[in-house]
């Protein structure tokens, strides 16, 4: 079975900080994981995702994550937080023996980027 | 552009009333999932297919039922709204194998009275 934790559910911080947003996933194998962010009243977007290779993956709108085997974790990060960053950000997790694709989401975290 | 559209983005229904969303996919993706979105749970996978005319149980099926004749189109049936079935409904697709990321519709807001 596969699971996901997201440990918080609120994270603030002030504009030009830098942010994290923690996960932490169960899985058998080696795992496939991705983060997506959720603007008010829209649906979800995809931001990146670790499926082998470089620990340290890059995405969407300056994000990036670290997958951390020894950890079981996939925290997303950012240098230098805006205020238009300020969503709900979840993380999801695959097992590639699953059948269809079928990834497991955490309970997601809101992010709030104050001036 | 990729595009995963719902058929409506605010539904008012009544207690007992059969309901049914609609979800189209424009990129010939094999797999396709319907959530349910509540404050504090996430998302929650009610069922997905991945082919047509295939489907499998998610976490939460009961009380729901779906339906995949065309590979660009799952519909997602509720019997009989109930009010607990009041949510946000997302549906989303990928392409198979498993290594990509799953494309999102706009969602629908559901109001069961």
């Known amino acids: 079975a596969q699971s996901v934790a997201q440990p918080e559910d609120q994270v603030n911080v002030a504009e030009g900080n830098p942010l994290t947003v923690k996960c932490t996933y169960s899985?058998?194998?080696?795992?496939?994981l991705f983060w997506y962010v959720q603007y008010p009243n829209r649906g979800l977007q995809f931001l990146l995702k670790?499926?082998?290779?470089?620990?340290l993956v890059k995405g969407s709108y300056g994000f990036e994550a670290e997958f951390n085997k020894s950890q079981t974790s996939f925290h997303l990060k950012k240098p230098s937080a805006l205020v238009s960053d300020s969503a709900l950000y979840f993380c999801a997790v695959r097992d590639p023996g699953t059948n269809a694709g079928k990834s497991t989401f955490g309970d997601g975290t809101t992010l709030t980027v104050k001036p | 552009d990729v595009k995963v559209t719902q058929s409506s983005r605010y539904l008012v229904k009544r207690t007992g009333e059969k309901v049914f969303l609609e979800c189209v996919q424009d990129m010939d993706h094999e797999n396709m999932f319907w959530y349910r979105q509540d404050p504090g749970l996430g998302l929650r996978l009610i069922y997905f297919s991945y082919d047509v005319k295939m489907k499998e149980k998610g976490d939460i099926p009961e009380g729901y039922s779906v339906s995949r004749e065309k590979k660009e189109r799952f519909s997602l049936i509720l019997e009989s709204a109930s009010t607990n079935q009041t949510s946000m409904y997302l549906c989303?697709?990928?392409?198979?194998?498993?290594?990509?990321?799953?494309?999102f519709g706009p969602g629908t807001r559901l109001t069961v009275l």
């Open positions: 989303a697709s990928t392409p198979s194998p498993g290594r990509n990321e799953q494309f």
């Open positions: 899985v058998s194998g080696n795992p496939y």
């Open positions: 670790y499926i082998t290779g470089d620990n």
